[in-house]
C-alpha cells in the first residue's frame, strides 16, 4: 500500500506502553484459543466477557515502544483517516452525518465500556463507546498463524471493525443483538454470520475506494482475500478442533468472507451488501 504520504486520523487513542492491572480470562490457555475462534475480528466482546470467570493477576509494564511499533501505529492511522474519508463521503450522500469511531491501540490488555479485555480475543468493537480496540501484536499471528501476511491485510482488519461502527450507526447492529436474544441458538449464530458478513462486505467497499484513491499497489487485493479466507470459521474449527460444525458458525466460512469482501470491492455500494436478504449465500 501507498500509505506514508496519507492523511493520519486525530481519533487514535495510543494505550500502548500504559501500565494497567491485568485479568486472566479463566480457561487458561485452551480458553484463549478459544476466544481468538470466537471473537476474531468483531463478536460482540460484553458477551463473552460477561460468560468468562475472571481472576486478578499482576500485571507487567508493557516495554517501550520499538521502532517498528511507531511504524506499525502510524500506518493504523493512516488507515482509520482512509476509512473516514470513505464513509464520509458515502453518509454524505445519503444526507446524513458520520460519526468517525476512536481506534484504541493498547498492549497485552485493555478497559473498554464492553468490558476487560486482554489481547488473546484479538481486535474488536465495542459500540457502547463506538471505539475499535486492537493489540497490534495481533498482526503478527494474522501473519505467523494465520499466513495472512502483509500491509493489506493489516489494513483489512481495521477496514472490518470499522464495518461494524458502521452497522452500529446505523441501527443495524442493535437489530441483530436484540433478535439474537428472542431467538437462540442456531438462528442466533446464523444472525451473527450475517452481521459479520456484512461487515466484510463494507470493508469491501472501503477498498473499492483506496483503489480509486490509488493507495492500492499491485498484490494489495490478494493480501486482503487471503486474510478474509484465512479466518474463515471452517478453517479456524479444522485447525482446532478436527471438524467442521457450520451451525455454530459465527463469522462465515472462509468462501463466504471472501465472496462478501469481492462484493463491496467489486461494486463500492452498501447497498450490495445486504446479507440479510441474500440467505442463499449463507
Known amino acids: 500500500m501507498r ?16 501500565g494497567l492491572p491485568m485479568k486472566a480470562i479463566g480457561g487458561g490457555i485452551g480458553g484463549l484459543i478459544v476466544l481468538v475462534m470466537a471473537l476474531l475480528l468483531g463478536a460482540d466482546p460484553g458477551a463473552v466477557f460477561n460468560n468468562m470467570p475472571a481472576t486478578t493477576t499482576t500485571g507487567v509494564n508493557p516495554a517501550p515502544l520499538s521502532e517498528e511499533d511507531k511504524e506499525l501505529g502510524d500506518f493504523v492511522s493512516v488507515v482509520l483517516a482512509d ?16 460519526r468517525e469511531p476512536t481506534l484504541v491501540l493498547f498492549s497485552g490488555a485493555v478497559e473498554s465500556s464492553c468490558g476487560f479485555a486482554q489481547s488473546a480475543i484479538g481486535p474488536f468493537y465495542c459500540p457502547i463507546d463506538e471505539k475499535v480496540y486492537i493489540d497490534l501484536s495481533f498482526y503478527r499471528d494474522l501473519k505467523e498463524r494465520f499466513n495472512a501476511p502483509g500491509d493489506f491485510a493489516e489494513a483489512y482488519v481495521i477496514a472490518h471493525e470499522v464495518g461494524h461502527h458502521v452497522q452500529n450507526q446505523l441501527g443495524i447492529m442493535e437489530q441483530v443483538q436484540g433478535a439474537q436474544q428472542r431467538l437462540g441458538g442456531v438462528d442466533a449464530n446464523r444472525l451473527s454470520v450475517m452481521l459479520e458478513l456484512q461487515a466484510d462486505c463494507f470493508a469491501g467497499v472501503w477498498a473499492h475506494n483506496a483503489d480509486r484513491a490509488n493507495i492500492l499497489e499491485q498484490g494489495d487485493i490478494e493480501e486482503g482475500l487471503n486474510a478474509a479466507s484465512s479466518i474463515g470459521d471452517d478453517r479456524l474449527q479444522m485447525e482446532s478442533q478436527g471438524t467442521v460444525t457450520p451451525d455454530s458458525f459465527t463469522h462465515g466460512s472462509s468462501a463466504q468472507r471472501v ?24
Do not use: H, P
Open 259 to 282: 465472496s462478501w469482501f469481492q462484493k463491496g470491492l467489486e461494486s463500492g455500494d452498501v447497498n450490495s451488501c445486504n446479507t440479510f436478504d441474500d440467505a442463499a449465500n449463507l
Open 3 to 18: 500509505w506514508r504520504k496519507g492523511r493520519r486520523s486525530s481519533n487514535i487513542e495510543d494505550r500502548r506502553g500504559m
Open 83 to 98: 476509512t473516514e474519508d470513505t464513509w464520509n463521503e458515502i453518509f454524505a450522500a445519503y444526507n446524513r452525518d458520520y
